[in-house]
């Protein structure tokens, strides 16, 4: 079946480090890929997203490029700083009128000053 | 927009008790999802509506969850008699069909049995 499988966390990284969370997919057809964010106590938040291979999603400085021959969309930012200290979600969905989300088991990013 | 809006955002109550979780959708969207999320498993997806239809519960964990849709505004994931291990948060979703295959959260119910 469908699904996505993220790096194992807890990531923990100094401010202005450079940052990778590994996700792959595993998908019958040409899902879109999406990262969600999850800070403390709050929901879930869409970061980013691309709908089709070679797309580059990018938001706050963090991006991911959905490569389809490596089955990957992994998500990377430059410079973290503690205000990025958060779970990380990686999640598929097809599109049409039938949307349904699978994630990653998500990962904890710990940002220290 | 106001996003997605749930309440309670935290309850405990205790085992045996019936819980109810509210959840109003973004206006104009036609999927509303409702997921579950603990330490142990993650985040599961229990229960989505279409048109205010359910079209798959294979997630709802046991005939102690239901949930319904009265109409495009409203739902309820109810829990009875509610147990110690269906503590967790709740989070409910909601999608526009054609608007771009981004769904929304809300902040989430956060649920604690003793």
């Known amino acids: 079946g469908d699904s996505v499988t993220q790096m194992e966390g807890p990531v923990t990284l100094s401010e202005e480090a450079f940052l990778t969370i590994n996700c792959t997919y595993t998908?019958?057809?040409?899902?879109?890929l999406f990262w969600y964010v999850q800070y403390p106590g709050e929901g879930l938040q869409l970061l980013l997203k691309?709908?089709?291979?070679?797309d580059k999603g990018s938001n706050k400085g963090f991006e991911a490029t959905y490569r389809k021959e490596t089955t990957s969309f992994h998500l990377e930012k430059g410079s973290v700083q503690v205000s990025d200290s958060a779970v990380y979600f990686c999640?598929?969905?097809?599109?049409?009128?039938?949307?349904?989300?699978?994630f990653g088991a998500g990962t904890r990013l710990a940002v220290h000053p | 927009d106001a996003g997605v809006i749930q309440s309670p955002r935290h309850e405990v109550t205790e085992m045996g008790q019936e819980v109810t979780l509210r959840c109003k959708p973004i206006?104009?969207?036609?999927?509303l999802f409702w997921y579950r999320q603990t330490m142990m498993r993650g985040l599961e997806l229990l229960i989505y509506f279409n048109n205010n239809v359910p079209i798959d519960d294979s997630g709802m964990p046991e005939d102690r969850f239901s949930a319904k849709m009265p109409n495009a505004s409203f739902s309820t994931l109810k829990i009875q008699p509610s147990e110690p291990r269906d503590s967790a948060v709740y989070f409910c979703a909601s999608y526009r069909s054609g608007g771009g295959n981004t769904i929304y959260f809300g902040e989430g119910s956060w649920l604690t049995v003793v």
């Open positions: 206006s104009g969207h036609d999927y």
């Open positions: 998908a019958t057809g040409y899902p879109s």
């Open positions: 999640a598929l969905a097809f599109s049409g009128g039938y949307n349904k989300l699978i």
């Open positions: 691309a709908t089709k291979a070679d």
